[in-house]
């Protein structure tokens, strides 16, 4: 027994849980399970945290700070603390199960804590400077008299030999290990940190020699600050706020830029086992269970954790705005129902306060706020402006993150659509098209959805959409009176009503960059880069010049356009011009139907041709006198006649006369042509083709073969009153009798030659054709002889690729014309031993094509002829006058051989092939009888189905030559038979 004065009633309290022993034998058995429980269950590996709960109680109620001090001697852990010491009450909660002498608001609010020392000692001891208690298993065993007991229950007397407190302290904890110290201490340590930040009323902890200090930037309790937990070994940081009883933590760096966590517990505020997945640490008054390991479920923790979340954007918002969106709860399984319930909490929490920085200034709650997908705080801080509710931060993964606090995320296309209908200067338009660029060019920004936007224009407005907007260099703007100063008309305009500007030219849809708004970014959508010649070319300014006639005879001013188009086509070559509006003299026309005052092609045009009711009028002429020919000229207005050109043509559609006739005829690949040639004066084709010589693209029409302007005139000009295809030059002798030379008109024979006038015996295709055939056939004209076989010729060759009206009469090989019912195409020259010349048609070349154009019979076809008698077959080798005379003429001796007889004769019926129903009459070759066959006609040769000859040198020099197929020579081969002499074929 201890001698010291008993100053807490250990003895009372000793006796009356003996007591209650003894009258309940149940009350042992209860007590001793109880504590068990706890030993092993609730409050084991709680043992530094629930001396140091201790700790800070006793630092609160002193209203001091606490100093904790842990060192092992004498094998044992002793534990000391400042603050209030030991008293009646806290001896009494010591010693028992249930009840705490705490008030409430302390950490430690319930009395059974202090069985967690139970897993490290059988005999704890608590001294302090108003006295000390014992509590051991050995001599509560021996005072209840049973195995076992609890350890806590019998409180007793310190031993007289019990060390003093250390300096400084005001009590200490005296646990005799059952367990390894080291392991125990390093334990403790591991715990130091997270205590420290759980208890502020805590200051240092000092572990066998190693100390830890806590420090706050403010004071603990107030709204936020930063704590810092030092050691030797370095320092940690915490950013925490206070709100409502809660505090949020959140670990920092120096720069206060928070730490990744991935996994904490729930403290109360030292730690529970309700795990958490939140960034920051969260110590609240949350109920929890008398082992502090769970919560009570309840309405009490619903309102404890939603107050909780309510002070989580304080938190967030003392972090620096870059690093806010990382305070964001990650998405994923929670990791605990406290941890699910919480983190629902927090996001609706961020979805309704203000924390997230606004791109304009201020802050934003989540459900408020917009977030730019493409990363660009460039772009964000020029849109801070523009789009409400935007977030300065931006990104894809920002935008996702922020969404699970409601904020919306904006794509590029819907910024444009945003700014579309805004009002901003041009300089400020390029500054946005800068961080544009940088974004597309990054890959940030998809150029797809940049299609509609905004470009501010030289006449004040702002379009959607780049495409086909016009960037135009200093020059075309000033030329265009668009530039600074380049009001055409001097008054500054008004604006007209909306589709222009104050420049001198007002056209609908042309769009010109303002050339401080112009960006590389415009090209790249679509924007055309332009000169004059660009913008000569764009479609609102083509469109505008096709209606400016229209628009000038309704009234509307179209001067500026006129003047702005002439300025711009001096600077270059122009095409596409020709509707463009000009004063004639009788009007507004179309540049391309006026002729330049004074020009030479008024000299051969068809004066009904121009004027009010005429395609052409003049130019007016003062108008003419202000401008300069070349680039009238240019617009479309004709000096001289004008060329047409399509190197793709697909239809006949140049307003050429007579194209489809034409192009039915040729199927050009191209087409080269000059118009108005209708309406050139009959009078004046000599002084028109002239002038189409003049210039070299249109005599390149006048002479391109198969072209429209040669074809054109040679069938519809006049010369002398006919189309020159009607006459030939004089010196072409081969169409003597055909056609009449033509008169002196004045032109050479190149350009009488160019515009059709014939010069030799050809034809071109079915009007050819059929011109030539009615010329045979008019016996008026007296045709050469040679030249009728030469016609023949031609039109044979002509046969496959015309279709014409066979003619009804034809011209015979005597030269006479002759019905085409009675006439044949002589095929087989045997055939004029039975016909007479002046029903056969020859010429040169196939005789069926020529029967095809003609529609007329082969003559061999008609002849129907027997031979009168046998003969006697001969081959050509036995022959020795053939093989002497084949010699001579270096001519090879053909198969075959001919049938000779001494006198050839055949028999012809009377009307096959005469083309009339009367009997053929009997002439000196052989006589007719009553049928009208002609009998025993004889002949040199013939051929059926063999070759025959009669035993003359004529007819065996016919055979011969056409078995040789040197039919030419058969003169030759005659004269060789009666005198196979050299000097025969020589002479």
């Given at each position: 027994?201890?001698?010291l004065p008993d100053?807490?009633?250990?003895d009372?309290?000793r006796?009356?849980?003996l007591r209650a022993?003894?009258?309940?034998?149940?009350?042992?058995?209860e007590?001793?399970?109880?504590?068990?429980?706890l030993r092993?269950?609730g409050?084991?590996?709680?043992?530094f945290?629930?001396?140091?709960?201790?700790?800070?109680?006793a630092?609160a109620?002193a209203g001091t700070?606490?100093?904790?001090r842990?060192?092992?001697a004498?094998?044992?852990l002793?534990?000391?603390?400042?603050g209030?010491?030991?008293?009646s009450a806290?001896?009494a909660?010591?010693?028992?199960?249930?009840?705490?002498?705490?008030?409430?608001?302390?950490?430690?609010?319930?009395g059974?804590g202090?069985?967690?020392?139970?897993?490290?000692?059988?005999?704890?001891?608590?001294v302090s400077?108003?006295?000390g208690?014992?509590?051991s298993?050995?001599r509560?065993?021996?005072?209840?008299?049973?195995?076992?007991v609890p350890?806590?229950?019998?409180?007793w007397?310190?031993?007289?030999?019990?060390?003093p407190?250390?300096?400084?302290?005001?009590?200490e904890?005296?646990?005799?290990?059952?367990?390894d110290?080291?392991?125990?201490?390093?334990?403790?340590?591991?715990?130091v940190?997270?205590?420290?930040l759980a208890?502020p009323?805590?200051?240092?902890v000092?572990?066998?020699?190693?100390r830890?200090?806590?420090?706050?930037?403010?004071?603990?309790g107030?709204?936020?600050?930063?704590v810092?937990?030092?050691?030797?070994?370095?320092v940690?940081?915490?950013a925490v706020?206070t709100e409502?009883g809660?505090?949020?933590a959140?670990?920092?760096?120096a720069?206060g830029?928070?730490l990744?966590?991935t996994?904490d517990v729930?403290?109360?505020?030292?730690p529970?086992?309700?795990?958490?997945s939140?960034p920051?640490r969260?110590?609240?008054?949350v109920?929890?269970?008398p082992s502090?390991r769970r919560?009570?479920?309840?309405a009490g923790?619903?309102?404890?954790?939603?107050?909780?979340a309510?002070?989580y954007?304080?938190l967030?918002?003392t972090?620096?705005?870059e690093?806010?969106v990382?305070l964001?709860?990650s998405?994923?399984?929670p990791?605990?129902e406290?941890d699910?319930?919480?983190?629902?909490?927090?996001t609706?929490a961020?979805?309704?306060q203000?924390w997230?920085p606004?791109?304009?200034?201020g802050?934003?709650?989540?459900?408020r706020?917009?977030?730019?997908?493409?990363e660009?705080?460039e772009l964000v801080?020029?849109l801070?402006d523009?789009?409400?509710?935007?977030a300065?931060?931006?990104?894809?993964e920002?935008a996702?993150?922020l969404?699970?606090?409601?904020?919306?995320?904006?794509?590029?296309?819907?910024?444009?659509?945003?700014?579309?209908?805004i009002d901003?200067?041009?300089?400020w338009?390029?500054?946005l098209?800068?961080?544009?660029?940088d974004?597309?060019?990054a890959?940030r920004?998809?150029?797809?959805?940049l299609?509609?936007?905004?470009?501010?224009?030289?006449?004040g407005?702002?379009?959607?959409?780049p495409?086909?907007?016009?960037l135009?260099?200093?020059t075309?703007?000033?030329v265009?009176s668009?530039?600074?100063?380049?009001d055409s008309?001097?008054d500054?305009?008004?604006?007209?009503?909306?589709?222009?500007?104050d420049?001198?030219?007002?056209?609908?849809?042309?769009?010109?960059?303002h050339?401080?708004?112009a960006?590389?970014l415009?090209?790249?959508l679509?924007?055309?880069r332009?000169?004059?010649?660009?913008?000569?070319?764009?479609?609102?300014?083509?469109?505008?010049?096709?209606?400016?006639?229209?628009?000038a005879?309704s009234?509307v001013d179209?001067?500026?356009?006129?003047?702005?188009v002439?300025?711009l086509?001096?600077?270059?070559?122009?095409?596409?011009?020709?509707?463009?509006a000009?004063?004639?003299?009788?009007?507004?026309?179309?540049?391309?139907?006026?002729?330049?005052?004074g020009?030479r092609?008024l000299d051969v045009?068809?004066?009904?041709?121009?004027g009010?009711d005429?395609p052409?009028d003049?130019?007016d002429?003062?108008?003419?006198?202000?401008?300069?020919d070349?680039?009238?000229?240019?617009v479309?207005?004709a000096d001289?006649?004008?060329p047409?050109?399509d190197d793709?043509?697909?239809?006949?559609?140049?307003?050429l006369?007579?194209e489809?006739?034409?192009?039915?005829?040729?199927?050009?690949?191209?087409?080269l042509?000059v118009?108005?040639?209708?309406?050139?004066?009959?009078d004046?084709w000599?002084?028109?083709?002239?002038l189409?010589a003049?210039?070299?693209e249109?005599?390149?029409?006048?002479?391109?073969p198969?072209?429209h302007?040669?074809w054109?005139?040679?069938?519809?000009?006049l010369l002398?009153?006919?189309?020159?295809?009607?006459?030939r030059?004089?010196?072409?002798g081969?169409?003597?009798g055909l056609?009449d030379?033509?008169p002196?008109?004045?032109?050479?024979?190149?350009?009488?030659?160019?515009?059709g006038v014939?010069?030799?015996?050809?034809?071109?295709d079915?009007d050819?054709?059929?011109?030539l055939c009615?010329?045979?056939?008019?016996?008026?004209?007296?045709?050469?002889?040679?030249t009728v076989l030469?016609?023949?010729?031609?039109?044979a060759s002509?046969?496959?690729?015309?279709?014409?009206?066979?003619?009804e009469?034809?011209?015979?090989v005597?030269?006479s014309?002759?019905d085409?019912?009675?006439?044949a195409?002589?095929?087989g020259?045997?055939?004029?031993?039975?016909?007479?010349?002046g029903?056969l048609?020859?010429?040169?070349g196939?005789?069926?094509?020529?029967a095809?154009?003609l529609?007329?019979?082969?003559?061999?076809?008609?002849?129907a002829?027997?031979?009168?008698?046998?003969?006697?077959?001969?081959?050509?080798t036995d022959?020795p006058?053939?093989?002497?005379?084949?010699?001579?003429l270096?001519l090879?001796?053909?198969?075959g051989g001919?049938?000779l007889?001494?006198?050839?004769?055949v028999?012809?019926?009377g009307d096959?092939?005469?083309?009339?129903d009367?009997?053929?009459e009997?002439?000196?070759?052989g006589?007719?009888?009553r049928?009208g066959?002609?009998?025993?006609?004889?002949?040199?040769?013939w051929?059926d189905?063999?070759?025959?000859?009669?035993d003359?040198?004529?007819?065996?020099?016919?055979a011969?030559a056409w078995a040789?197929?040197?039919?030419?020579?058969?003169r030759?081969?005659?004269?060789?038979?009666?005198?196979?002499?050299?000097e025969?074929?020589?002479?």
């Amino acid at each position: 027994m201890s001698s010291l004065p008993d100053p807490f009633g250990l003895d009372r309290l000793r006796a009356a849980v003996l007591r209650a022993w003894r009258d309940s034998p149940t009350r042992l058995t209860e007590d001793t399970n109880a504590e068990r429980d706890l030993r092993i269950g609730g409050y084991r590996d709680r043992l530094f945290v629930e001396l140091a709960q201790n700790a800070a109680d006793a630092a609160a109620l002193a209203g001091t700070t606490g100093h904790v001090r842990v060192t092992v001697a004498d094998g044992e852990l002793r534990v000391a603390n400042t603050g209030q010491p030991l008293d009646s009450a806290g001896v009494a909660a010591l010693a028992s199960l249930r009840a705490s002498a705490k008030p409430e608001g302390v950490v430690g609010r319930f009395g059974v804590g202090f069985a967690a020392v139970l897993a490290v000692t059988a005999s704890p001891r608590v001294v302090s400077r108003t006295g000390g208690v014992a509590f051991s298993e050995a001599r509560t065993r021996a005072e209840a008299g049973a195995d076992e007991v609890p350890v806590l229950r019998l409180p007793w007397e310190l031993d007289d030999d019990e060390p003093p407190l250390p300096d400084g302290f005001d009590t200490e904890v005296r646990l005799p290990l059952t367990v390894d110290a080291d392991a125990l201490l390093a334990t403790i340590e591991s715990e130091v940190p997270d205590l420290l930040l759980a208890l502020p009323s805590l200051a240092t902890v000092d572990v066998d020699g190693r100390r830890w200090t806590r420090a706050a930037s403010s004071g603990d309790g107030v709204p936020g600050g930063v704590v810092e937990l030092s050691t030797l070994d370095g320092v940690t940081r915490w950013a925490v706020h206070t709100e409502a009883g809660a505090t949020w933590a959140l670990p920092v760096d120096a720069d206060g830029t928070p730490l990744p966590r991935t996994e904490d517990v729930l403290h109360t505020p030292t730690p529970t086992d309700e795990r958490l997945s939140l960034p920051a640490r969260l110590l609240a008054a949350v109920p929890v269970e008398p082992s502090r390991r769970r919560v009570l479920a309840g309405a009490g923790t619903g309102a404890a954790l939603a107050e909780a979340a309510r002070a989580y954007p304080g938190l967030v918002r003392t972090v620096a705005p870059e690093h806010r969106v990382s305070l964001v709860p990650s998405a994923g399984f929670p990791l605990s129902e406290v941890d699910s319930e919480l983190r629902d909490l927090v996001t609706a929490a961020l979805s309704e306060q203000d924390w997230i920085p606004a791109a304009g200034g201020g802050e934003l709650p989540g459900a408020r706020c917009r977030v730019l997908t493409a990363e660009s705080p460039e772009l964000v801080a020029l849109l801070g402006d523009v789009l409400p509710g935007l977030a300065a931060d931006s990104g894809r993964e920002t935008a996702r993150i922020l969404a699970a606090v409601g904020a919306t995320p904006i794509g590029i296309a819907e910024v444009v659509d945003v700014l579309t209908g805004i009002d901003r200067e041009p300089t400020w338009w390029r500054g946005l098209y800068d961080v544009l660029m940088d974004g597309v060019e990054a890959r940030r920004i998809d150029t797809a959805e940049l299609g509609a936007l905004p470009v501010p224009l030289v006449d004040g407005r702002t379009v959607p959409g780049p495409r086909d907007a016009l960037l135009l260099d200093a020059t075309s703007l000033q030329v265009a009176s668009l530039g600074p100063g380049g009001d055409s008309d001097g008054d500054g305009g008004d604006g007209g009503d909306g589709d222009g500007g104050d420049g001198g030219l007002d056209v609908v849809g042309l769009h010109l960059v303002h050339p401080d708004a112009a960006h590389p970014l415009l090209e790249r959508l679509g924007a055309v880069r332009a000169g004059s010649a660009e913008l000569l070319d764009a479609p609102a300014l083509r469109d505008a010049v096709e209606r400016s006639v229209d628009d000038a005879e309704s009234g509307v001013d179209v001067r500026p356009l006129v003047e702005t188009v002439l300025r711009l086509a001096a600077s270059g070559p122009v095409d596409g011009l020709g509707a463009l509006a000009l004063p004639a003299r009788s009007g507004w026309r179309r540049a391309d139907e006026l002729v330049l005052p004074g020009a030479r092609l008024l000299d051969v045009l068809d004066p009904e041709a121009l004027g009010p009711d005429g395609p052409l009028d003049v130019l007016d002429e003062d108008f003419a006198d202000l401008h300069d020919d070349a680039v009238l000229v240019a617009v479309g207005v004709a000096d001289t006649f004008v060329p047409v050109v399509d190197d793709e043509p697909v239809e006949a559609d140049h307003d050429l006369p007579d194209e489809r006739a034409w192009w039915d005829a040729v199927q050009p690949a191209e087409v080269l042509a000059v118009r108005d040639l209708d309406l050139v004066a009959d009078d004046a084709w000599p002084q028109a083709v002239g002038l189409l010589a003049e210039q070299p693209e249109t005599w390149r029409a006048l002479t391109t073969p198969g072209g429209h302007t040669p074809w054109w005139i040679a069938r519809y000009a006049l010369l002398a009153g006919r189309p020159p295809r009607e006459w030939r030059l004089p010196g072409a002798g081969d169409l003597e009798g055909l056609f009449d030379a033509v008169p002196d008109v004045d032109m050479s024979p190149r350009l009488l030659a160019a515009v059709g006038v014939r010069t030799d015996l050809t034809v071109e295709d079915s009007d050819d054709v059929a011109d030539l055939c009615d010329r045979l056939a008019d016996a008026d004209r007296r045709v050469p002889l040679g030249t009728v076989l030469r016609a023949h010729g031609v039109l044979a060759s002509a046969a496959s690729g015309v279709e014409v009206e066979p003619p009804e009469r034809v011209r015979a090989v005597d030269g006479s014309v002759v019905d085409g019912s009675v006439a044949a195409v002589l095929d087989g020259p045997w055939v004029l031993g039975v016909l007479p010349a002046g029903r056969l048609v020859a010429g040169d070349g196939d005789p069926s094509a020529l029967a095809d154009v003609l529609d007329l019979p082969l003559a061999t076809s008609i002849v129907a002829a027997t031979i009168g008698d046998d003969g006697e077959f001969a081959e050509w080798t036995d022959l020795p006058a053939i093989v002497e005379v084949a010699g001579l003429l270096g001519l090879p001796l053909p198969s075959g051989g001919v049938v000779l007889h001494e006198r050839l004769t055949v028999t012809v019926a009377g009307d096959e092939g005469a083309g009339t129903d009367e009997p053929d009459e009997t002439d000196e070759s052989g006589e007719t009888d009553r049928t009208g066959e002609r009998a025993d006609v004889p002949v040199q040769w013939w051929c059926d189905r063999a070759l025959h000859a009669a035993d003359t040198s004529e007819g065996l020099a016919r055979a011969f030559a056409w078995a040789a197929d040197s039919w030419a020579r058969r003169r030759d081969i005659e004269a060789l038979l009666d005198d196979p002499a050299p000097e025969t074929l020589l002479n």
